[in-house]
């Protein structure tokens, strides 16, 4: 139990298409992430799925069984808000048993859910406090508490921890990830932040104007993103990307660089837009020219920026920068790390080398 | 410079002071200290008596007027307060329609008093007015019905028309209120199972607690102090069925000119309508104080 599919979802206000035909499959006990820039559709694709908005056309379905035209509660979803949405004038046991006494459920089955979600959130002191007297993180943890009561086929959470401070939020993140784990409830989790959609999720689906650009596990998306937004979207600092042509299998910079060779099978000469990590370059003694513009230490390691010509590149090393900024350095990119785009479409460009 | 200031200051407070003292204060103290003397035939005769009061308790008319005033004031807040949650809620509603009938339903407020009566009484008269006509002509009735003349009916029928009168302001104010309802909590209460009704219950109605209580309130000393409706509308008639606190002290002071009788009545008014107010003050701290923490 607990599988959702979506087909060809489409959703208009008016006369203004905001899904454009969404298709996407989760398998039951699955953590995926809906995630993209603002407007993208991705809370509108959730709300959807949780019967708050009405699709225009398409089926969603649970466990095979088509549940458009049913309200929410008959659809056995659980959801879990951006601002919380607890219940001023209810206490947090009572926020938290609100669907099990509106189920009409016995008072001592109600206590007992509820003391055992509390248990699970680390909740069970603060059971008679109101929700003005939480902290924000602890407002989360109810939220999620309120949907583990009623024990749903699906969990949506919708940009749950984007209110919080950033520390809270890398604990809650982790908070929300175990809970997974042990529950193994299907999830779809909504977020901005391509930092929670990489830690969090099984299968993440990059959407951008009402259409999925992608969806894939983490590392897939990482390592061979179909299109400049995703190579962009995904992964901090974002992927450089520069003019380049290829020449006899290998890709040169406009100005003649060399930066490695072809991925993907070229023709002679033929215009691309190459992309490539900032992780993936390393400083040598031939190679790319570029100046040095900005240094950036971390700890760990160390932001560089550089100019060549018109573009800017950013790279990362481990190791430690003994050039200042100003200096002419020569960078290379480690074989195999470059990825092609068609500058006309954005997508990737596929295929094998000839 | 420190003395400067305060003469300043005293002398920036000074006309609020004096007009308090001489419009509030002053008038106040007049008429307890009339309730307190003996008046024969518009003459003071004698300070320092209870006379008034006790002639009150045993004038028969004034058990009439308190049990009217009670129908008056509790009926009609009561009344305002449920339709107007109603009328709304239904306007909290989005549509073309409702957005036309928030600006509407405001007409009752701007009409003055004396119009409102003076339209009501020829409608609800007992042999030209257009609500009994219309009532025998559709066949409800037997003959045309003398609303105002019903010694059982007519406390009920200015109830009616004093709810017309006030009731839109009441629910322009709690349609603010529930618009300003959060739509998560809404939202939530939607996955939580809750149907419309449940919703209302248990989610609008404690959002919108605080202005609920402070319109019943507001609607209660409205009621309390609303002279013109009933005195233009029945003058207290017929046989004194309609007679209220307000018009009773009216006739007392200004047709029969006893001055004491009236002055203890306002004092028994003023200390209804102070007691309202000190509830309301009461509630009002006690939600700002549980509202504190936030």
């Given at each position: ?354 | ?262 002055s203890a009545m306002s004092v028994i008014n003023l200390v209804m309508l102070a007691s309202i107010v000190a509830l ?15």
């Open positions: 139990m607990g599988s959702v599919a979506l087909r060809n979802i489409r959703k208009s206000y008016g006369a203004v298409e905001v899904l454009h035909g969404i298709d996407l499959d989760i398998k039951e006990g699955e953590f995926t992430v809906l995630v993209g820039p603002s407007g993208c559709g991705k809370s509108t694709l959730l709300r959807s799925i949780a019967g708050l908005e009405t699709i225009s056309g398409g089926d969603i379905a649970i466990d095979d069984t088509v549940i458009n035209t049913l309200v929410p509660k008959e659809r056995d979803i659980a959801m879990v808000f951006q601002n919380y949405a607890l219940y001023p004038h209810m206490s947090v046991a009572k926020n938290m048993g609100f669907s099990l006494r509106l189920a009409k459920e016995p008072q001592a089955e109600i206590d007992r859910k509820v003391r055992a979600a509390a248990e699970i959130l680390d909740l069970t002191a603060l059971l008679d406090r109101y929700p003005r007297q939480l902290s924000g993180g602890q407002r989360q943890r109810v939220a999620m508490g309120r949907a583990i009561v009623r024990d749903p086929k699906v969990f949506l959470f919708d940009e749950p921890l984007s209110n919080l401070d950033a520390k809270l939020r890398v604990q809650m993140r982790s908070e929300i990830k175990e809970l997974h784990q042990r529950l193994k409830t299907t999830t779809i989790y909504v977020t901005h932040d391509q930092i929670e959609a990489m830690t969090m999720a099984d299968k993440i689906v990059v959407m951008r104007g009402g259409h999925v650009e992608q969806i894939g596990s983490p590392l897939e998306l990482y390592d061979s993103p179909a299109s400049i937004f995703v190579a962009g979207f995904i992964g901090s600092p974002a992927m450089n990307f520069v003019p380049a042509r290829a020449t006899g299998g290998r890709l040169v910079t406009e100005a003649g660089a060399p930066l490695g060779e072809a991925p993907v099978a070229l023709s002679e000469g033929q215009s691309v837009t190459v992309g490539f990590r900032p992780e993936d370059i390393r400083l040598s003694d031939t190679g790319i020219p570029a100046r040095l513009a900005l240094i950036e230490p971390t700890g760990a390691e160390t932001q560089l920026t550089l100019r060549t010509g018109e573009t800017s590149i950013i790279m990362t090393t481990r190791d430690r920068v003994t050039h200042v900024p100003g200096d002419t350095v020569h960078i290379a990119i480690t074989p195999g790390k470059l990825h092609c785009f068609d500058p006309e479409t954005e997508q990737a460009l596929r295929g094998g080398r000839q | 410079m420190l003395r400067s200031d305060r003469f300043l200051a005293y002398a920036l407070i000074l006309p609020v002071v004096a007009a308090v003292v001489a419009f509030v204060v002053g008038p106040t103290y007049n008429v307890a200290t009339l309730s307190l003397t003996q008046v024969v035939m518009g003459m003071e005769r004698g300070f320092g008596t209870l006379g008034n009061f006790q002639a009150l308790a045993a004038d028969p008319v004034f058990g009439l007027v308190l049990k009217n005033t009670a129908i008056w004031i509790l009926g009609g807040t009561v009344l305002c307060v449920t339709v107007g949650l109603g009328v709304g809620a239904y306007l909290a509603i989005d549509s073309r329609m409702t957005g036309w009938l928030r600006a509407l339903i405001l007409l009752p407020w701007v009409l003055p008093d004396v119009v409102t009566a003076m339209a009501w009484k020829w409608m609800l008269h007992g042999q030209v007015g257009i609500i009994g006509q219309t009532l025998q002509q559709s066949g409800l009735t037997e003959g045309t019905v003398s609303f105002l003349g019903d010694p059982d009916m007519v406390m009920w029928v200015l109830v009616v028309v004093l709810i017309w009168r006030k009731m839109p302001l009441v629910a322009l104010i709690l349609c603010a209120a529930i618009r300003s309802v959060p739509d998560d909590q809404l939202e939530a209460a939607r996955m939580d199972g809750a149907n419309a009704v449940e919703r209302f219950r248990f989610v609008t109605l404690p959002n919108i607690a605080f202005s609920l209580t402070a319109v019943t309130v507001i609607s209660m000393i409205w009621i309390t102090a609303e002279f013109a409706l009933p005195w233009i509308m029945t003058g207290g008639g017929p046989a004194n069925a309609s007679q209220i606190m307000a018009t009773y002290i009216y006739q007392q002071s200004f047709e029969f000119f006893n001055w004491g009788v009236a309301y003050l009461y509630i009002n701290r006690r939600s700002w104080a549980s509202e504190g923490s936030k």
